[in-house]
């Protein structure tokens, strides 16, 4: 899932300067499950902001709601925004641009989007995925060195292990962790050749058609 954050309040005030009426919009699927988009942190959000525009001065009027997705455009298609002049978003960056494209209003993030994550319990989640545009998982055992390692290697490990830790000892070393599952999956062979460099061109921008026959871009 994409995990999620919430801003600091400060920066929060300072995007809606001079606003009037703000729509703040939950998102009831990521969001939600990071504990940073629901209903009840839309509720939260609004009055903490209320108190930190109060004690600045300034005088706005929030008005909360909650889609299931930002990032579909049924759900923002349905949404009542009327006399709404800003939209404050606890969606990730993905809802955040649905939204701005959809509606024509000034739209502000709320949230910081961090990562793509598993989850390692109630709460927390342990980055597992970059996003690249160019995935490797199948050669890596499902371990994403573009992630999960600090230096982001695809040939590994570094000279800086020590004991199947990472020279930054705040992680073990995902090559480590790489090479021991795929001995466990009998495949130790799989790297016994050095990976070139992962295609750039695959972060480039692309809008996808999945209702295409296999796909298309």
Same mark, same amino acid.
């Given at each position: ?6 801003? $600091? ?6 995007? +809606? ?6 729509? +703040? ?12 988009? =629901? ?10 902001? $209320? ?16 889609? $299931? ?47 793509? =994550?598993?989850? $390692? ?20 055992? =499902? ?75």
């Amino acid at each position: 899932m994409v995990v999620v954050t919430a801003k $600091q309040l400060d920066e929060i005030v300072h995007m +809606l300067a001079g606003r009037r009426r703000v729509l +703040l919009l939950g998102c009831n699927t990521c969001a939600a499950v990071a504990l940073a988009g =629901g209903d009840r942190e839309v509720e939260t959000m609004i009055q903490a902001l $209320q108190l930190a525009i109060s004690r600045r001065g300034m005088t706005v009027e929030f008005v909360g709601g909650v889609l $299931q997705r930002q990032c579909e455009p049924e759900y923002v298609e349905a949404m009542d925004a009327e006399d709404i002049d800003a939209i404050l978003s606890l969606g990730c960056g993905a809802g955040v641009a649905m939204l701005a494209a959809q509606t024509g209003i000034p739209v502000y993030p709320a949230l910081d989007t961090l990562f793509i =994550g598993a989850a $390692q319990g109630l709460g927390s989640w342990r980055a597992e995925c970059s996003a690249c545009g160019s995935c490797v998982l199948g050669e890596t055992a =499902g371990i994403c060195p573009v992630t999960r390692c600090a230096k982001g290697i695809l040939n590994g490990p570094c000279g800086g292990v020590n004991d199947g830790e990472c020279e930054l000892g705040d992680r073990p070393c995902a090559w480590v962790e790489i090479h021991e599952r795929l001995e466990s999956q009998g495949r130790g062979a799989s790297f016994a050749h050095e990976n070139p460099p992962k295609d750039d061109s695959a972060g480039e921008m692309y809008q996808w058609d999945l209702s295409a026959k296999g796909g298309s871009r």
